[in-house]
């Protein structure tokens, strides 16, 4: 039977004594409590020692607790499955990293993730390629009458220079897109979670709360400016998920 320890979601400020009254992860029950040393605290769960699997379940439990904490203090997220073996431990770990506990909450302060996905409309983005590339429209256009058996390296050649020039279409509009939203914002990480050949970006920006309008009205200027070549999906008030992930010496 694996031993019990503490199961750290993250690392915030105050929070002495409170309650967040969301149950931790591996569905037994056990509520979310904080351990302090001076002005910070890690936010635990009592949990079995034990590797907790990436599943979906599990992943949410631990986003889950680190929001409900986020809803009332800045957090510094841990990285999944961080567990020590005991209260004391924890304390020691919050001693022995305060200075750098503090130095990041105070960069964290009053800052939301966003999330930007920009994906290009089919039909519209094509045309456009057969538009501005002579040379793609003339083969294409060359082969169009032939049986698909003689046509069929001539269309590979074709898919790939396609592609090349949806790949180039996308690095142009990717940059004008970062360009207008970073005046806005604090920071920002573009991932490689691309989802389909036509998305554009799938990004997390860091904004400060006072300039959440700013940010606002500068995806709104995006979605206006490419409302008919663009699809975007715009979600915030997150934790910095994608700008701190705290890999915590547990020993």
């Known amino acids: 039977m694996a031993r019990e320890g503490k199961y750290i979601y993250c690392i915030t400020e105050g929070a002495e004594g409170e309650r967040f009254g969301l149950q931790g992860i591996g569905d037994r029950g056990n509520e979310l409590t904080p351990?302090?040393?001076?002005?910070?605290a890690a936010i635990v769960s009592d949990s079995p020692v034990m590797r907790y699997p990436v599943s979906r379940e599990n992943?949410?439990?631990?986003e889950r607790a680190i929001e409900a904490v986020f809803n009332r203090h800045t957090v510094l997220p841990a990285r999944f499955c961080?567990?020590?073996?005991?209260?004391?431990?924890?304390r020691t770990i919050l001693e022995r990293e305060y200075d750098d506990f503090r130095a990041l909450l105070k960069k964290m302060r009053h800052k939301v993730e966003v999330g930007v996905k920009a994906v290009f409309h089919?039909?519209?983005?094509?045309q456009e390629i057969l538009e501005e590339h002579d040379e793609i429209k003339r083969r294409k256009e060359a082969i169009a009458s032939l049986p698909p058996q003689k046509a069929h390296w001539q269309l590979v050649e074709i898919g790939r220079m396609v592609e090349e020039a949806l790949k180039a279409a996308k690095d142009r509009v990717r940059e004008e897109i970062v360009d207008a939203l970073k005046q806005a914002c604090c920071d920002f990480r573009?991932?490689?979670r691309l989802l389909g050949e036509r998305m554009i970006m799938?990004?997390?920006?860091?904004?400060?709360r006072d300039r959440e309008a700013a940010f606002n009205r500068a995806m709104n200027g995006l979605a206006e400016r490419y409302r008919e070549r663009i699809a975007f999906k715009y979600v915030g008030g997150f934790p910095p998920f994608n700008f701190v992930c705290l890999i915590i010496n547990v020993a």
């Open 202 to 208: 799938n990004a997390a920006f860091l904004v400060d």
């Open 82 to 90: 961080t567990i020590a073996e005991n209260e004391a431990r924890v």
């Open 190 to 192: 573009l991932t490689h």
């Open 122 to 126: 089919e039909t519209l983005i094509y």
């Open 59 to 62: 992943s949410l439990a631990h």
């Open 35 to 40: 351990i302090s040393y001076r002005d910070i």
